[in-house]
């Protein structure tokens, strides 16, 4: 991780966070188990809002709210899959995760106020004259046909006669992993009501390669340093793009993704550098 991006990185973290103790007062158990959920990680999504609006030239307030707003969608998603009924995990962020450290219903519950909240950050006054889109946009990411649609697949495949190809299964993370992160990415643009075509191309690479990364991991990974389980999918006989490619041909293709990530910034020259880093962070991160 280079120094550059490193401190954008653990700026954005306690903008976010500030932000979150203004906007998420923990007033009672349901916001507490909130505040919960989203501390902890590394607030990528939310990195790259801020980042890609400070290249457009967005007053900070209104990126902060979209900041903010994509941490609760991710947020809410990890915690409704860590549910005994998605994924039955222990672990998240290297705790306890919510329905073990309160109970099931309350991690339901947080899960919604959470998604909720997201678009409530949105309607608000210093989002600016483009908010709606960032409304319209974030439910699409989001919802049946974004984030909800690849975790139904990944559901899917968990009982399917046949493992997936690797072109299903490059569909099935560009919905589940990919549409936030390509959300994120294009915030900014969206904010300033400007053409997020290279933002956009930039996103699409980086989030297949995330998920690669992310697949590495789970096969290499140690658990006290992923913060989560590791070595689940191999047990469950899932197929990966690791299963599917191979570990070395694996990180090629996440190295590829990468650096077509690097070239589509072109249009920004030196100022998209820290996004850049974010993409060479993105396959050598341990966690």
Known sequence: M???F?????????????????????????????AYALRGGK???GFLVLESA???????????????AIECIHAYSLVHDDLPCMDDDDLRRGQPTLHRKWDEATAVLAGDSLQ?????????PDVGPHAVELIRTLAEAAGKDGMVS????????????APLTLAQITTLQARKTGCLIEWSACAGARLAGADPTALRQYAQALGLAFQIADDILDIEG????????????????????????????????????AD??????APYGAASDTLKDAARFVISRDS
């Open 43 to 45: 607030m990528l999504r």
């Open 54 to 68: 400070r290249l457009h030239d967005v007053p900070p307030p209104a990126a902060l709210e979209a900041a903010l």
């Open 2 to 4: 280079s120094a550059g």
């Open 222 to 257: 140690d658990a006290a340093t992923v913060g989560k389980a590791v070595r689940k999918d191999a047990t469950a006989g899932k197929a990966t793009f690791v299963s599917l490619l191979g570990l070395d041909q694996a990180r090629l293709r996440a190295e590829e993704l």
């Open 116 to 124: 909720t909240l997201a678009f409530e950050l949105l309607a608000q």
């Open 6 to 34: 490193a401190a954008a990185l653990k700026q954005a973290q306690a903008k976010i966070s500030a932000h979150m103790d203004t906007r998420l007062p923990e007033t009672d158990g349901l916001c507490q188990a909130m």
């Open 260 to 265: 077509a990530a690097c070239a589509a910034l």
């Open 150 to 161: 690849g975790q139904m697949r990944d559901i899917a495949a968990e009982t399917a006669t």
